[in-house]
């Protein structure tokens, strides 16, 4: 047994991470185009299943060419997410997948990722915290929450490539990368809880990648955040009724645990408790973070049984993963 308490065949699962699909470009760390060095560098950690996908489709991470990453036709987004599943088939033992989709896309790319999620290969969903400087608290999210409802899998909220706040960092792709991005997670779920979505779709499982971002510390300004201000009457999302208690909503959130920070996990445990938390690296591209992610787990999680439940027993019940 490692000490994670992963079981004998190495059978942690990591939740969040990234290959580049056959047919796509050079642009990215080399991890992304190895998946055989990648998958052996995991097994070397003690993870031996991880759930990939991508957070642009066939577009581009690259904030300068973010904007074309939500005009991908259905077929070509279909085309790249059959394109991932082709990873998983020549990696069965190693591999799952995330459709990908744009959640405001209209009817068709829904019903495509609906369908997609009834293919063994696919277990979840990936979408982006905001889309094109819009977060999903808005009103036209409704089919997508609906959606994602009635297939019941998981939902990894994933930050875009040009969060809300990018042309502030003056092309600064380091703080775009590190900084903005879990900003965007924050601020993103906080949207998605305050608009009420999780009251109206409890089936919807959502987790926030990046470990949420701060949101381990705003349950109670997110409960303010609801309540009226003076002389103004009680409104809830969309002009609803002011029935919405954020922290209610926000307990309900998985995270992973792909920020290489022990007081972030630390806070995590507090808010979410260890059955809210997923092993998530986001390597590849981050291999460098695997090791970071694994120690911190192991000498925060003194209790086997959080442990285990981290390393891999929430993921195999969240995904239903035999």
Request: hydrophobic letters at 45%; glycine letters at 12%; a negative charge.
């Given at each position: ?68 990453n ?23 033992d ?39 400087g ?7 999210a ?5 959606m ?22 003056g092309?600064h ?27 109206r ?26 309540r ?9 999302p ?8 954020p ?45 970071p ?5 192991a ?22 993963l035999?």
């Amino acid at each position: 047994m490692s000490p994670l308490g992963t079981p004998p065949a190495g059978m942690m699962i990591d939740v969040h991470g990234h290959l580049a699909a056959a047919g796509a470009g050079g642009l990215g760390p080399p991890s992304l185009f190895d998946p055989e060095g990648s998958i052996e560098a995991k097994r070397e950690q003690g993870i031996g299943l991880t759930v990939i996908g991508s957070p642009c489709g066939a577009g581009s991470m690259l904030p300068g060419a973010a904007a074309d990453n939500y005009k991908q036709p259905v077929a070509k987004v279909r085309a790249y997410n059959e394109a991932i599943g082709d990873l998983v088939d020549r990696f069965p033992d190693a591999l799952r997948a995330y459709a990908y989709l744009d959640p405001f896309g209209g009817d068709a790319m829904l019903e495509q990722a609906a369908e997609l999620t009834r293919d063994p290969r696919f277990v979840g969903l990936i979408v982006n915290s905001s889309v094109d400087g819009e977060y999903l608290s808005a009103p036209r999210a409704d089919g997508f929450f609906a959606m994602a409802a009635e297939t019941g899998v998981p939902v990894l909220v994933h930050p875009p490539a040009a969060p809300v706040g990018t042309a502030a960092m003056g092309g600064h792709l380091g703080l775009v990368e590190h900084a903005v991005r879990p900003c965007d997670i924050t601020a993103g779920i906080a949207a998605i809880v305050c608009a009420g979505w999780l009251e109206r779709y409890p089936a919807v499982r959502l987790i926030a990648a990046g470990g949420g971002g701060g949101l381990a510390h705003l349950p109670e300004k997110l409960d303010a955040a609801m309540r009226p201000w003076p002389g103004q009457p009680p409104s809830g999302p969309h002009g609803s009724p002011g029935t919405v208690v954020p922290s209610e909503s926000l307990a309900r959130i998985h995270v992973d645990t792909s920020f290489p920070n022990a007081a972030q996990l630390r806070a995590n445990l507090t808010t979410f408790s260890a059955s809210q938390i997923l092993l998530g690296t986001d390597a590849p591209p981050l291999m460098d973070q695997l090791k970071p992610i694994t120690d911190i787990i192991a000498s925060e999680l003194r209790d086997p049984a959080e442990r285990e439940r981290v390393a891999w027993r929430n993921a195999a019940e969240l995904f239903d993963l035999a």
